[in-house]
């Protein structure tokens, strides 16, 4: 499986972005796909997930009610649509992927076996 990240930016307090992720080589539809990040000097960190399987979403509660996954199966495509952005939203974040992803796991980066290259967000004040 390869994965694409791009969407990231500059972009002021409040403003909004909104990042890809496209995915190629298996069947899209059977893998779970989160996002994660990792800001200067911080540990990486769960941003959100959808479930292969019904489409379940899963966010951290520092980003709930501002970024929105989804995914598109005819595109291979996964966004996340951030909105509100604040200063510490600043960091480069990545797209995986893994299919024996199960619901109490799926916030765990050690449960993705496919990472994209990361794509840069930086939140101005």
């Known amino acids: 499986v390869q994965l694409q990240a791009s969407g990231g930016g500059l972009v002021q307090a409040g403003g909004s972005l909104r990042l890809s992720c496209a995915a190629s080589?298996?069947?899209?539809?059977?893998?779970?796909m989160g996002w994660f990040r990792q800001a200067p000097g911080k540990e990486h960190e769960f941003v959100a997930a959808?479930?292969?399987?019904?489409?379940?979403?899963y966010y951290a509660d520092s980003v709930k009610g501002r970024f929105t996954i989804s995914r598109d199966g005819a595109k291979n495509t996964v966004y996340l649509q951030m909105h509100s952005l604040k200063p510490e939203d600043t960091a480069i974040y990545y797209c995986?992927?893994?299919?024996?992803?199960?619901?109490?796991?799926?916030?765990?980066?050690?449960?993705?076996?496919?990472w994209g290259q990361g794509t840069q967000v930086t939140v101005s004040s």
């Open positions: 959808v479930f292969r399987s019904g489409g379940s979403t």
């Open positions: 080589g298996r069947t899209f539809s059977s893998y779970t």
């Open positions: 995986a992927t893994g299919r024996e992803i199960i619901v109490t796991t799926i916030r765990d980066g050690r449960a993705y076996a496919y």
